[in-house]
């Protein structure tokens, strides 16, 4: 059996998985008829897919037979950024990248001159982190520190939990009370809601803390409008009414806990009305949150990773981590915090990455794209990038400070390789594109960030026109490059095979044979999975460290505080007399970041460019619904249609996103305004630690 020779069924039913940036990482049911995929659904044996897929992942068919997929090998012809290429075959551009690639790395640049830019196009770790990895460690290229996405919320649940575990969400329905923080669940945790629906009909009221009144917190039983970037301060003002009226409990703190009094101490400076006044929510409501909190025996906070794209945004995740330790709720099912479950998929990732393999180098994060392509002395160091390959991303549009980002990318002198499904923003800017494979057509295993199940993806189709699986790319380039055969003789099965080559007792069971037969496994965790019910923290201490002497050492405060937005209003009075207005730009309902933009029946649902006003903002600016109107900062711009509603905080302006420049009027989106500054833990984004102002159009 081999990944690339393994005949696809002809017609049946064929085990998938969902491969996008999802912590639904849904088990999918390919039907294929005369070769063809026909239809993707949800498997319904799966207890958390439940037999239903996304708005976005049920058109997963159109996006793999889309009129504009790319098929075969293509050759820059115009100017960068034009989309201008030419066809050429697999071994014309094979040559021409091991030709360019040697050449850099045997310059006095070196290999480090060449950067590998990837994300989660693909969750998968064949197709994501496995033979690429094992390719630029063996070149010596300089390392990528994947920040974009998580990284500040996970730093701030290792510091408070000691690493990103979270309750089961298969335990919410024995909740009784759900806060669903920072979280659009309807669109980025669908499969969430159904637990979420038990819970209520057994009587748990449902909360929606976010700026927005998003599609999920229209939904819910309330809605609390918080300010942009101050979730620290309000846990902290729960944790004041918690300790000021006595619900916490005492018998958790004392034996599961580490700086019990230190915290007690912090809350006693974060009285309601203090922060009422940095919230804006009012007092009252507040001690309201923290009484309803304290009285719940089992209460589960689904925390998201928008709140913590901001300065202070993994000192925001760890201050909410903090709250079910106060309370004892890790003690019940349908208690505790869940920012993700991926911690507890402990794979081989070493077997598969190979990281042994490269010699020290630097490292580029990610987010700083556009200063690594354009200013390299001032920051990352080392020679200039002379070589980008992108695969499995989108930086030309996803990535911050996208005007920088683009004019590094318009270097003559720079020589990008993209592997892409689709001409994107980015392929317009590369010399050789490649054309890779889609979820139907290739071997891949996927762990989840929203439960706890393994998935097996199998091939359902063979690959269409010339595209190839990464993997492959990869071993044919190694090839080409002389690189050490032996690293890159294992075909994919293999692959899948050694990710669960591991000792770990929560992979124990989970095997390749049984993946096969049934395309996904639970974990080796009871149902539901009470991770800290006995304590049993993965941290140095082993107890949840309130306190946390990590946090000292690395000069940084040790106990849970409210660390201001870089761009808090408050803080920047100069700026925001300028820029007064926060901007939100998470992903429209109809796309994941920018997958599905080009996909026609999304993209007409989701109409067009458009940015919601509170009616207040809109009066001042005498902007009415419907008017178009420029976004905009220090910089830069993109314009949007104008929606005046009061789903909205007063002060905040969202732009549904992430739209590629090629499908906006002005050729433009939200990143334009975004900066290149990191968060407080993990080197994370601050995408909404954004100030702008909201004028008409001329």
């Known amino acids: 059996m081999t990944a690339n020779t393994l005949p696809v069924a002809d017609r049946g039913v064929v085990h998938g998985a969902c491969p996008h940036d999802c912590p639904d990482t849904c088990a999918m ?43 075969h090998p293509m050759r820059r012809l115009g100017p ?53 990895r094992r390719f630029f460690h063996s070149l010596g290229a300089s390392m990528l520190d994947r920040t974009i996405c998580s990284m500040a919320g996970t730093v701030g649940m290792r510091m408070t939990l000691g690493a990103n575990i979270g309750a089961d969400a298969e335990g919410i329905p024995e909740s009784d009370l759900v806060l669903l923080w920072g979280t659009n669940t309807l669109t980025s945790n669908p499969h969430l809601w159904p637990f979420v629906l038990e819970a209520r009909r057994r009587g748990a009221p449902i909360i929606a803390i976010d700026p927005l009144r998003t599609r999920t917190a229209a939904q819910c039983d309330e809605w609390i409008p918080i300010r942009p970037g101050t979730d620290a301060a309000l846990a902290l003002g729960m944790m004041h009414v918690l300790f000021q009226q006595g619900l916490e409990d005492r018998d958790y703190l004392a034996r599961f806990t580490l700086g019990e009094e230190a915290l007690r101490t912090r809350a006693r400076e974060y009285a309601p009305e203090r922060v009422a006044g940095i919230t804006g929510i009012p007092a009252a409501k507040i001690v309201e949150l923290g009484e309803r909190y304290g009285r719940s025996r089992a209460a589960f906070i689904r925390v998201n990773y928008g709140l913590q794209r901001h300065a202070g945004g993994g000192m925001a995740v760890r201050t909410i981590a903090c709250l079910p330790a106060v309370t004892g709720h890790w003690r019940r099912a349908g208690g505790g915090v869940q920012l993700s479950t991926s911690a507890n998929f402990q794979f081989n990732k070493h077997a598969l990455e190979r990281p042994d393999l490269s010699p020290p180098v630097r490292t580029i994060n990610m987010i700083r794209l556009g200063e690594a392509l354009t200013t390299p002395n001032a920051g990352v160091g080392g020679p200039p990038v002379r070589a980008l390959v992108v695969y499995n991303s989108n930086p030309a549009a996803v990535a911050p400070d996208r005007n920088a980002v683009l004019r590094g990318m318009s270097r003559e002198d720079l020589f990008t390789v993209v592997l892409e499904h689709f001409q994107t923003d980015t392929a317009d800017y590369a010399d050789i594109v490649l054309p890779a494979t889609t979820q139907l057509e290739h071997w891949d295993i996927h762990f989840a960030y929203g439960h706890h199940y393994v998935t097996l993806n199998q091939p359902s189709i063979a690959p269409l026109g010339e595209a190839k699986p990464n993997s492959e790319i ?3 380039l190694a090839r080409r490059m002389g690189l050490d055969a032996r690293l890159f003789a294992d075909d994919d099965v293999m692959l899948v095979r050694q990710a669960l080559e591991t000792n770990a007792e929560k992979l124990r069971g989970v095997t390749f044979e049984a993946l096969l037969d049934r395309g996904w496994a639970r974990l080796n965790v009871p149902t539901p999975y009470l991770p800290f019910a006995e304590g049993k923290f993965p941290t140095p201490s082993g107890k949840c460290e309130l306190y946390s002497e990590r946090m000292a050492q690395m000069g940084l405060d040790p106990l849970p505080s409210f660390t201001a937005p870089y761009e808090f209003p408050e803080n920047v009075p100069e700026l925001s007399s300028r820029y007064p207005l926060t901007l939100i730009s998470s992903p429209a309902h109809q796309f994941l970041n920018t997958t599905f933009v080009n996909v026609d029946a999304l993209r007409r649902a989701a109409r067009e460019p458009e940015c ?67 968060t407080d833990l993990g080197h994370g984004p601050v995408f909404y630690d954004n100030l702008v102002e909201v004028s008409l159009a001329d």
């Open 29 to 71: 049911l390919v039907t294929v008829e005369h070769g063809r995929a026909v239809r993707v659904q949800g498997d319904p044996d799966h207890p958390f897919t439940q037999g239903f897929l996304c708005t976005k992942v049920n058109r997963y068919v159109d996006r793999t037979y889309h009129i504009d997929r790319i098929l």
């Open 612 to 678: 919601v006003l509170h009616p207040v903002d809109a009066e001042r600016r005498a902007i009415a619904s419907g008017a178009r109107v420029v976004i905009q900062n220090d910089r830069g711009a993109f314009t949007a249609v104008a929606r005046v509603e009061e789903s909205i905080r007063e002060g905040v302006v969202w732009a549904p996103s992430i739209w590629w420049g090629k499908f906006a009027t002005d050729g433009a989106n939200a990143n334009q305004t975004t900066s290149q500054r990191e």
């Open 474 to 476: 990869f071993r044919l």
């Open 80 to 132: 960068k950024g034009s989309g201008r290429f030419v066809r050429v075959t697999w071994d014309e551009a094979l040559d021409e990248i091991s030709d360019r690639l040697s050449a850099i790395a045997r310059s006095a640049d070196g290999p480090q001159a060449i950067l590998p830019y990837s994300y989660a196009g693909t969750m998968g770790l064949v197709q994501g982190s496995s033979i690429d």
